[in-house]
Nanobody
Framework: VQLQASGGGLVQAGGSLRLSCLAS????????LAWFRQAAGTEREGVAS????????YYRDSVKGRFTVSRDNAKNTGYLEMDSLKPEDTAVYYC????????????????????WGQGTQVTVSS
């Protein structure tokens, strides 16, 4: 049972990256998915979430209009498309899941997400 985040890298300000979160060993369709990030010296914060059916999603204010969360349950994979990246988006990004019946779009507390992947580093240069 594993969540594997990938797709991070170094990009210039204004650029784009697409993160992927591959679930293995369990059906991702049974879970809501969220992305979190943690910049050096700061606490981890929720970035975006999406329901199991993709019918509902939520973004923190600072990424609205720039980031898009999506998923392909047939591929057991979630995504975070990040456009117009800013240096302040630099962080380690994590994906996490919670059971679909527990999903509340605006609730991006870490404690509500029970299973986590390893992080992928995103660095945005100015």
């Amino acid at each position: 049972v594993q969540l594997q985040a990938s797709g991070g890298g170094l990009v210039q300000a204004g650029g784009s990256l697409r993160l992927s979160c591959l679930a293995s060993g369990f059906p991702l369709e049974h879970y809501a998915l969220a992305w979190f990030r943690q910049a050096a010296g700061t606490e981890r914060e929720g970035v975006a979430s999406i329901s199991s059916s993709s019918s509902d999603s939520y973004y923190r204010d600072s990424v609205k209009g720039r980031f898009t969360v999506s998923r392909d349950n047939a591929k057991n994979t979630g995504y975070l498309e990040m456009d117009s990246l800013k240096p302040e988006d630099t962080a380690v990004y994590y994906c996490a899941v919670r059971p679909r019946y527990q999903y509340s779009s605006r609730d991006l507390r870490e404690s509500e997400y029970s299973f986590w992947g390893q992080g992928t580093q995103v660095t945005v240069s100015s």
